[in-house]
């Protein structure tokens, strides 16, 4: 999935649509930037490879392969201090609204 974001200049590859939820990969490179914004559905982050601090709201706590991440909709967040490039795999309930391509 990654290579596919990489190539086309995305940083999120929905894999997964049905009527009750959406997939897929984002990828952020080390120091990189992370330009999310709240969305209107629940996330669930399950960290792939990389580290990273996450923040929810006003709590912020490290991230690295295995760790699980629930974001409320409409919740401010975003992945900052990126050390390791990072991959994330993003579960939205309802399915995101919107245009497949990007998170944020």
Known sequence: MRK???ATGR????????PTMSAGVYALPADGTDP?????????YIV????????VGGESR???PGSIVY?????????TDIT????????FSPPE???????S
Not at 11 to 18: A, S, T
Not at 48 to 55: L, Y
Not at 71 to 79: G, I, S, Y
Not at 97 to 103: D, F, K, L, V
């Open 62 to 64: 490290p991230v690295g």
């Open 97 to 103: 609204s919107r245009p497949t391509g990007s998170p």
């Open 11 to 18: 940083r999120y590859v929905e894999f997964l649509r049905v």
């Open 48 to 55: 792939i490879a990389g580290r990273a601090t996450v923040r």
């Open 71 to 79: 974001v409320p909709a409409e919740m401010p967040h975003r992945f």
């Open 36 to 44: 999310q914004q709240p969305h209107a559905e629940d996330e669930l």
């Open 4 to 6: 596919e974001g990489e």
């Open 84 to 91: 390791e490039d990072l991959q994330v795999a993003v579960v």
